[in-house]
């Protein structure tokens, strides 16, 4: 699989391509990730599913596939068109990382409620 820093990508949409896109980019990708973990709590604490291995994953990959169908329309308005990855590699690059990061959120919030 071709490595691509999905998060440059993002940074180059707002900025043009060297350090202050990738900074740009990192920040949106992290901020978003925190706003992420903020749902994640509330539903859980609104017992949504619980903090669980299986419910991390279905909400990450859940989310990954929202990335997945917005990663045309990222393409479509995106500075260096035709230089993102695309195809079932990068979608699958782009599931796992995200169910990774659910199973990861759910595993440090059952550990904070105990």
């Given at each position: 699989?071709?490595?691509t820093?999905m998060a440059?990508?993002?940074g180059t949409?707002?900025?043009g391509?060297g350090?202050?896109?990738?900074?740009?980019g990192?920040?949106l990708?992290?901020?978003?990730g925190?706003?992420f973990?903020?749902?994640?709590?509330?539903?859980?604490?609104?017992r949504?599913?619980?903090a669980?291995?299986g419910?991390?994953i279905?909400?990450g990959?859940?989310r990954?596939l929202v990335?997945?169908?917005a990663m045309?329309?990222m393409?479509?308005?995106?500075?260096?068109?035709?230089?993102?990855?695309?195809?079932?590699t990068?979608?699958?690059?782009?599931?796992?990382?995200?169910g990774l990061?659910?199973?990861?959120?759910?595993?440090?919030?059952?550990?904070?409620?105990?």
């Amino acid at each position: 699989m071709r490595r691509t820093d999905m998060a440059g990508a993002l940074g180059t949409m707002l900025a043009g391509p060297g350090t202050a896109a990738a900074v740009l980019g990192r920040m949106l990708h992290l901020g978003m990730g925190a706003v992420f973990v903020v749902v994640y709590a509330l539903l859980w604490s609104t017992r949504v599913g619980a903090a669980t291995l299986g419910s991390g994953i279905v909400f990450g990959l859940f989310r990954g596939l929202v990335a997945v169908r917005a990663m045309p329309a990222m393409q479509s308005v995106h500075p260096r068109r035709g230089q993102l990855p695309t195809g079932g590699t990068a979608a699958m690059g782009v599931l796992v990382g995200h169910g990774l990061y659910g199973l990861a959120v759910a595993t440090v919030y059952a550990a904070w409620l105990e």
